[in-house]
């Protein structure tokens, strides 16, 4: 069974980026599409991000041009690479794919940004 852990979350300021990482382990992850969600305080889990196995990435609107979805596959590992960062991205980032209808998620990572 494949399990994900997320990193890479901490506070930053208003105009500021981080990278994300969700590394899988139990098995490989090259074949799967992967997606990243994140859920705001007091709020539901949003999708962000998704980028599938051939490398095609989507993004949610807000996101757009600031966040980009990446994969190596070679370590097992997808990145959020989260730029010009405002409060209103502040949430525990989830990575998450599905595998045969079981929706697999990781633990989450914190990112809050504020001055």
């Known amino acids: 069974q494949v399990q994900f852990v997320e990193s890479g979350g901490g506070l930053v300021q208003p105009g500021g980026s981080l990278r994300l990482s969700c590394v899988a382990s139990g098995s490989g992850i090259s074949i799967y599409t992967m997606n990243w969600y994140r859920q705001p305080p007091g709020k539901q889990r949003d999708w962000v991000a998704t980028?599938?196995?051939?490398?095609?990435?989507y993004y949610v609107g807000s996101v757009k041009g600031r966040f980009t979805v990446s994969r190596d596959n070679a370590k097992n590992t997808v990145y959020l690479r989260m730029n010009s960062l405002n409060p209103e991205d502040t949430a525990v980032y989830y990575c998450?794919?599905?595998?045969?209808?079981?929706?697999?998620w990781g633990q989450g990572t914190q990112v809050t940004v504020s001055s």
């Open positions: 998450m794919t599905r595998i045969r209808d079981n929706n697999i």
């Open positions: 980028i599938g196995n051939e490398g095609n990435t």
